[in-house]
C-alpha cells in the first residue's frame, strides 16, 4: 500500500485532526514572529484542503467511508455499537469541501485585516477550533459527537463574534447568540437522551435501523420535534432568526464568512435528522414535515427581504441578503421531502422531487460563496474607510477598482443573474417548485428581484455618486484581500459557466446518499 | 487580602487539597475521577488561595503568560499520544500501551486496584488535568483582575 | 392494601422525571422573565442542571451498585454510558458559563448597569 492509499483510510480522523494540532501549536508558534505564524496555519489548512480532496475522489464515485476511533477490530458487540464511529457519506463530504475553501479565504483574508489587532494568537486559536468543531460536525456517524462538536463550534464562534470587546454592540450580539445558542443545545441533548433511553444506542445508523414505523410512538415525535426546533434556529430560519443579523452584522468580515459556513453545517443536521435517522419512517403521515419547511422557507425569505430593504448599516444588509438565501435552500430540499413522504403520488412526479433536492443542495455552496464574497467586500470597504453605515459611505469606485468590481460579481451572483452560479440553483429550485404549488415560485422568484434592487441600491449609495472628500486618499485593499476575494470570485464565475459539471459531480452524489438511507445503514449487517 | 487567620488556614489547606486533587487524576482508571474531576479539585485550591491573598500578591507570582504555556503544554500532550496510537497502532487514539512492558501496559487479572493498568489512559488523564488546571485558574484569575483594576480606578 | 403500597414504590422511581420537568420550566421562566443579566446566566445554568440529572436517571437500575471493577461487592451494575455522558455535558457548562459571564463583565463595563432594558442605545 502507497503513501496515498494510507492517506486515503486515515483521512476522516486527520481531517479533524490536523486543525486542533494546528489550534494547539499556534500559541507556541506565534511567539516566533507573525509571519511565521500565518504562513504555518495556511500550510495547516492547505494539508486539510489536500485530504478533503483525496476523500472527495473516492466518495464520489461510490463508496461509503467509515472509520473507527481507538480499534482495528469489530466494532458491533452482540447488537451493540461501541465505539465512535466516522461515517462519510455524498453531503458529508460536500459540507465538507465547502467548509475548506471558506476557512482558507478567511485566513488568507485576515493576514492583513488582522494586522493591527492585539491578541492575534488568540484569534487564530479560535479560528482553527471552529474549523475543528465544523469538520467534525459534518464527518461523524454518531449522534452525541455531534452534539459535542456543536458545542465546540457554537462556543469558538461566540468568543470569535465578540473580538472587537471595544464596541459594546459586538459584545451584545455574542452575549445574545450564546445564550439562545445554548439553550438550543440543552434540548438537542434532551432529545438525544430521550432517544438513547428508549433504544440503547447512539450511532445514528443503529439509531436509524431501530426506528420502524412498528416502534414509532410519541417519544419518537416528541425528540424530532425538539431536535429540528433546536437544529433550525441553529440554522437561522425564521421564527428563530433573532440572532443572526446582530451576529453576522458585528462580528469581524473574516468571521462572518467562517459564521456562515457554521450556520449551513447545523443545516446539514437538519437534513441528517429527517432524512437519515428518521428515513424509515418518511411515509408515515403524522411526519409530515414537507410543507413544514416549504412555509418556513418562505417565511425566512420574505423576512430577509423586506428587512434588508430598510437597512442602512452595509453588513446588516448583506446579513439580512443571508437570511433570505437560506430561505431558498430550505425550499428546495423541502419540496423534496414533501413529495418523497408521500406515498400516494405518481412515480413521475418523483422526478421533479429530486430535481429540488439538487436546486436545494447546490444552492448551499452556491450562498457560501456569494454571501462570503459579499461579507468581504464590506470588510475591505471598512477596512479602507473605517465607515459602516450606508449614509456616509459614497464614490469609492474611483479608488477601489478591484474591490468594486467584486462587489458587481457578487451582486449579480446573489440576485441569481446568469452567467453566475446563482442562476443554475436558482433555476432548478424555480422548475421544481412550480410543479409542487404555482405560488410558490413566484413568490421565490419575487423576492430574488427584490433582492436585485436592493443590491443595486448599496452598489449605486456606497461605490457610484460624487467625491466625498473625506475619501480622496483612500486606498485599494492589501494584496491579501484582495487574493481571497478572488478565489471566491473565480470559483463563482466556475461554477456558473459549467453548472452541469458541477450538478453530476459534486451534487449528485450528495442527492443520491440522502435519499437512500439504506446504503448509510448498510455498513452494520457487513461488519467493520 | 484577608485576616491573618483566614490566610494561616489557606496556606496549610493548600498542600492537602492539591495532593487529593493529584490522587484524583493518577488513578482516574481505577476509582472515580480522571483528568477533568481532578484537575477542578486542584484549581479550587489554588482559587482559595487567590481568594485569601488577593489578587496583586498572586499576581506578582504568577503571570499569566506562564498559565499559558501550561496549558498548551496539556493539550499537546493529549494530541499527541492521540497521534502516537496512530503511528504505532493504526488508527487515531488507539490503545497501543495495552499488553506491553511499558509503563502503564498491563492486563487486569483480578478486581484488586493495580495503577499499572489502563495504557494512554493514564497518560491522557495527566495531559488533561495539567491543562484544566491550568485553564480554571486561568479563567479566574483573569477576572478576578479586570475587576480588581475597575475598582481600583 | 399491599397493592396500593407497591404502587407507590413503584412510582416513586418517576420523581426525579418530575424533578427535570420542574427544572427546565423554572429555568425556561428565567430567562424568559427576569430582567437581571446576572439571573439569566443562572436560569441557563439551571436548565443545564436539568438535562444532567436527566441523563445520569437513565442509568438506573434497581438494586444495582456502582460500576467500577475495583474490589467491587458484586451484583448487577448500573450502566456506565450515561454517567460518561452526563461528564462530558458538565464540562461543555463549564465552559459556557465562564463565555458568559465574562461577557457580562464586558456589558457592565460599556453600560454601568446590568439591567437589559437599558442596554442598546450605546454608540457603535
Known amino acids: 500500500m502507497n503513501i496515498l492509499d494510507i492517506l486515503l483510510q486515515q483521512s476522516p480522523a486527520l481531517i479533524v485532526a490536523t486543525p486542533l494540532l494546528g489550534a494547539f501549536l499556534t500559541p507556541l508558534i506565534g511567539k516566533l514572529g507573525y509571519n511565521v505564524r500565518n504562513i504555518f496555519i495556511i500550510i495547516i489548512l492547505a494539508v486539510t484542503a489536500f485530504l478533503v480532496f483525496l476523500l472527495a475522489s473516492d466518495v464520489f464515485s461510490g463508496n461509503i467511508h467509515t472509520y473507527v476511533f481507538g480499534g482495528t477490530t469489530s466494532t458491533v458487540l452482540s447488537n451493540t455499537v461501541i465505539r465512535i464511529l466516522f461515517e462519510v457519506d455524498g453531503l458529508s463530504i460536500f459540507m465538507a469541501i465547502i467548509t475548506v475553501i471558506l476557512s482558507l479565504a478567511a485566513v488568507i483574508y485576515s493576514w492583513a485585516f488582522m494586522r493591527e489587532e492585539t491578541g492575534q494568537d488568540k484569534y487564530y486559536t479560535l479560528l482553527l477550533l471552529m474549523t475543528t468543531g465544523m469538520f467534525g460536525m459534518v464527518l461523524t456517524g454518531d449522534l452525541f459527537n455531534f452534539f459535542v462538536f456543536l458545542e465546540i463550534t457554537s462556543i469558538a464562534s461566540c468568543a470569535l463574534i465578540a473580538f472587537w470587546t471595544h464596541k459594546a454592540k459586538a459584545v451584545e450580539a455574542a452575549f445574545n447568540y450564546m445564550v439562545i445558542s445554548t439553550i438550543g443545545a440543552l434540548f438537542v441533548l434532551l432529545s438525544i437522551a430521550f432517544l438513547y433511553g428508549k433504544y440503547d444506542a447512539l450511532n445514528i445508523a443503529k439509531l436509524a435501523s431501530r426506528i420502524t414505523p412498528v416502534s414509532f410512538s410519541f417519544i419518537d415525535k416528541l425528540s424530532l420535534i425538539l431536535l429540528l426546533a433546536a437544529l433550525t434556529m441553529k440554522a437561522g430560519i425564521a421564527p428563530m432568526h433573532m440572532w443572526l443579523p446582530d451576529a453576522y452584522g458585528r462580528a469581524p468580515a473574516s468571521i462572518s464568512i467562517i459564521l456562515v459556513g457554521a450556520t449551513q453545517a447545523s443545516l446539514y443536521g437538519v437534513f441528517r435528522i429527517c432524512f437519515t435517522l428518521y428515513g424509515n419512517v418518511i411515509q408515515i403521515p403524522e411526519v409530515s414535515l414537507g410543507w413544514i419547511m416549504v412555509i418556513l422557507g418562505l417565511i425566512t425569505m420574505l423576512i430577509g427581504v423586506f428587512m434588508a430593504m430598510i437597512q442602512i448599516d452595509f453588513k446588516k444588509l448583506i446579513a439580512y441578503g443571508a437570511l433570505a438565501e437560506l430561505g431558498y435552500m430550505f425550499l428546495g430540499v423541502g419540496t423534496g421531502l414533501t413529495i418523497l413522504s408521500n406515498p400516494q403520488l405518481s412515480l413521475a412526479s418523483n422526478s421533479f422531487a429530486l430535481q429540488a433536492m439538487k436546486g436545494g443542495i447546490f444552492h448551499i455552496i452556491n450562498d457560501a460563496l456569494d454571501v462570503g464574497l459579499l461579507f468581504l467586500v464590506a470588510g475591505a470597504v471598512y477596512y479602507a474607510t473605517k465607515e459602516s453605515s450606508l449614509n456616509n459611505l459614497g464614490g469609492i469606485a474611483r479608488n477601489m477598482k478591484y474591490t468594486t468590481v467584486f462587489f458587481l460579481i457578487g451582486l449579480l451572483a446573489v440576485s441569481g443573474i446568469p452567467p453566475m452560479n446563482g442562476f443554475a440553483s436558482k433555476l432548478l429550485i424555480y422548475e421544481s417548485v412550480y410543479q409542487l404549488n404555482p405560488i410558490l415560485a413566484i413568490i421565490a422568484i419575487l423576492a430574488s428581484i427584490m433582492l436585485l434592487a436592493i443590491m443595486v441600491k448599496v452598489f449605486y449609495s456606497a461605490f457610484l455618486g460624487p467625491k466625498i472628500d473625506r475619501f480622496q486618499d483612500i486606498r485599494e485593499a492589501p494584496k491579501s484581500m484582495l487574493i481571497a476575494m478572488g478565489i471566491l470570485a473565480s470559483l463563482i464565475i466556475f461554477f456558473g459557466l459549467f453548472p452541469d459539471l458541477i450538478v453530476n459531480t459534486l451534487v449528485e452524489p450528495a442527492v443520491k446518499a440522502i435519499t437512500h438511507p439504506t446504503s448509510y445503514i448498510l455498513w452494520l449487517t457487513g461488519g467493520v | 487580602m484577608m485576616s491573618k487567620i483566614v490566610k494561616t488556614i489557606a496556606g496549610i489547606s493548600f498542600p492537602f487539597i492539591t495532593i487529593y486533587g493529584l490522587y484524583v487524576i493518577a488513578h482516574g482508571h481505577l476509582t472515580p475521577g480522571g483528568g477533568f474531576q481532578g484537575g477542578a479539585i486542584v484549581a479550587s485550591g489554588l482559587i482559595l488561595l487567590l481568594v485569601a491573598y488577593g489578587t496583586d500578591w498572586i499576581i506578582e507570582k504568577i503571570k499569566e503568560s506562564h498559565l499559558s504555556i501550561l496549558e498548551s503544554l496539556g493539550a499537546l500532550g493529549f494530541i499527541g499520544v492521540a497521534f502516537l496510537g496512530l503511528i504505532f497502532g493504526g488508527m487515531f487514539f488507539t490503545n497501543f500501551i495495552a499488553g506491553t512492558s511499558m509503563l502503564f501496559g498491563g492486563i487486569p487479572t483480578s478486581t484488586a486496584a493495580n495503577i499499572n493498568t489502563g495504557g494512554t489512559l493514564p497518560l491522557m488523564n495527566f495531559a488533561v488535568g495539567l491543562k484544566v488546571i491550568a485553564g480554571l485558574f486561568a479563567i479566574v484569575l483573569v477576572m478576578a483582575y479586570a475587576i480588581s483594576k475597575e475598582e481600583g480606578e | ?124
Open chain 3, 1 to 124: 392494601m399491599l397493592y396500593l403500597r407497591r404502587k407507590v414504590n413503584k412510582m416513586i422511581a418517576n420523581i426525579p422525571f418530575l424533578a427535570v420537568m420542574a427544572m427546565i420550566i423554572i429555568g425556561l421562566a428565567t430567562v424568559v422573565f427576569k430582567r437581571n443579566l446576572i439571573k439569566m446566566v443562572i436560569g441557563v445554568s439551571i436548565i443545564e442542571s436539568g438535562v444532567n440529572l436527566f441523563l445520569i436517571t437513565l442509568g438506573y437500575r434497581e438494586h444495582s451498585v456502582a460500576p467500577i471493577y475495583t474490589a467491587s461487592p458484586g451484583g448487577i451494575m448500573s450502566y456506565p454510558v450515561p454517567q460518561a455522558l452526563t461528564l462530558t455535558s458538565i464540562v461543555i457548562g463549564v465552559a459556557v458559563l465562564a463565555l458568559m459571564l465574562s461577557l457580562v463583565i464586558y456589558i457592565y463595563r460599556h453600560y454601568k448597569t446590568l439591567d437589559i432594558r437599558k442596554l442598546g442605545g450605546g454608540e457603535e
